[in-house]
């Protein structure tokens, strides 16, 4: 091989690396602005059997939840658990809860946030199921409600979660359930503050878009998997 054609091999190489990288960017330059309001996904529910309010913000979720049941659209509302060691949004070791216990400013017997306010905002009792037991991750949600409720899945299930976690929460459930006859539909919370358009000028919101995307990703690789 000559001297030209290796130095002809090398500039074309570098040509469609230059190329790569320059789409490479573009893409990244396009979709960037958008990445906020793609994550953010709501189907069109007219009637559903059950929603299920993931945990996370109890209080804006089951805000949604009240709303839902109100306009007739789902029968019930199904609620997964905070973890009680979970303090003001904080979760704390076992000797601060203890403490907390002692001091009588954390009553691990109470009832779920979730389901106290939606009975309070009028949720009939028996319309409200609180799953026994918090999962860690959308993951393990999915198939905690999977499995307390087998064979006797709805036909259609709302999901309720932070804007944010919409698409994700979606991606995971359907795939949880895609061996099950249940369509699976997204209403992310009305009352989340997060700003998908110009997400960037907003640290709180850049921090979620990017911890968003990583947990997608995380998400995404732990079902394709099988863990």
Known sequence: M?????????????????????????????????????LVVQDTVSHAEAAVVLSGLPTSRAFAARD???????????????????I???????????????????????????????VAMGVPSDKIVVLP??????????RQVRQVFHGRLPERLVLITSKSASRRARYIFRRVFQRDDVEILSYPTPYDPFEAGRWWTAPRNALTVVTEYEKLLINVLTLAMGS
């Open 133 to 142: 037991a918090p999962a860690h991750g959308t993951i393990n949600e999915a």
């Open 88 to 118: 003001e949004g904080e979760m704390v070791g076992d000797e601060i809860f203890a403490e907390l216990i002692r001091l009588r400013l954390v009553d691990p017997s109470a009832e779920q946030w979730a389901r106290r306010l939606l």
């Open 68 to 86: 839902l049941y109100r306009r007739g659209i789902v029968d019930a509302i199904w609620v997964i658990p905070e973890p009680v060691a979970k």
């Open 2 to 38: 000559t001297a030209q054609c290796c130095a002809r091999r090398r500039r074309t190489f570098r040509r469609i690396v230059f190329v790569l990288v320059a789409a490479l960017l573009l893409a990244l330059g396009l979709f960037i602005p958008h990445a906020g309001s793609w």
